[in-house]
Structures are given as structure tokens and as C-alpha cells.
């Protein structure tokens, strides 16, 4: 499958490395299909999160601990059987960056703890977890 990406250009991929978000993402529902592109190498390595049916829809992520941050919350019952997990091991999350642009923030780079996305690396399925309130655990470790 051709990827058109306006950060990478075309690439072109196979199905396999696709992973589906049945739902979608909050904000871009319509699309269902990502390619994660590695960006660079270590363990503070930040990835892109391409949407394949929209060029538009893409994200840098990282791993929470990239940041230095021990993530735990837990998944629904559906959540589970949406991603198909038979093993936790398989679960990866991945946190959405951005940049302040707000002027006060000195263009620093924010983590969206809020709303993780969790991948079934095995399955290739994805959500976005929103989270409504932080009741997880978070602990910061030095990076």
C-alpha cells in the first residue's frame, strides 16, 4: 500500500505494519488505518504516528518511558476485546507530544497523559484511551 505522508513523502508499506483504530481517534474519527515511522534511535526516540486515510492526521509520539514516566491505568472489558489482548505483554502505550505555542511555554514540548494511545502490538489494534480523570498511577522517574 502507497502512504502518503507530507513528513515522510510516499512510502510505500505493507498491510501487516498497518495498525487499525476501529474508532478512530477523538477529532479524526473517519480515520481507521496509522503507520507508526520510527523518527529516531534510543531510548528517547520519538516516533510519527501517520494516518493513512488522511495524509493530514499525524502525530510525534513517544513512550511514557522516553519522558521518565511509569504510566498505570487499567482497561475496560470492551477496551480489551476491542484490541484483542490475550497477553499484556503485547499492550503497548504511546503518548502524543506537542508543542506550546502559546508564547508562555517557550515552545516546550507537552505530553497528553490525558489520552493515551494503546496498541495491541500482536493484533495491530489501537485505541485512544481518554482518560476522565487522572485515577492512575503516575510517578516521574529522572530521565
Known amino acids: 500500500m502507497r502512504v502518503e ?7 510505500d508499506v505493507e498491510d501487516s505494519k498497518l495498525i487499525e483504530f476501529p474508532l478512530g481517534i477523538p ?8 503507520l507508526l515511522a520510527e523518527m529516531g ?7 510519527l504516528f501517520q494516518g493513512v486515510d488522511d495524509p493530514d492526521a499525524s502525530f510525534s509520539v513517544t513512550t511514557p518511558e522516553a519522558v521518565g514516566l511509569h ?5 475496560t472489558a470492551e477496551e480489551m476485546a476491542l484490541l484483542g489482548v490475550e497477553n499484556a505483554s503485547d499492550v503497548a502505550v504511546m503518548l502524543i507530544l506537542r508543542r506550546d505555542s502559546s508564547g508562555d511555554g ?16 500482536s493484533t495491530r489494534r489501537g485505541i485512544q484511551k481518554v482518560i476522565a480523570r487522572l485515577g492512575c498511577e503516575v510517578t516521574l522517574k529522572p530521565v
Request: charged share 15%; aromatic share 10%.
Open 5 to 11: 505522508s507530507p513528513a515522510l513523502g510516499s512510502l
Open 27 to 34: 477529532g479524526f474519527e473517519r480515520c481507521k488505518h496509522f
Open 41 to 47: 534511535a534510543g531510548e528517547h526516540a520519538v516516533a
Open 71 to 75: 504510566y498505570e491505568f487499567e482497561l
Open 106 to 121: 517557550g515552545g516546550a514540548v507537552q505530553a497528553n497523559l490525558m489520552a493515551p494511545l494503546v496498541i495491541n502490538a
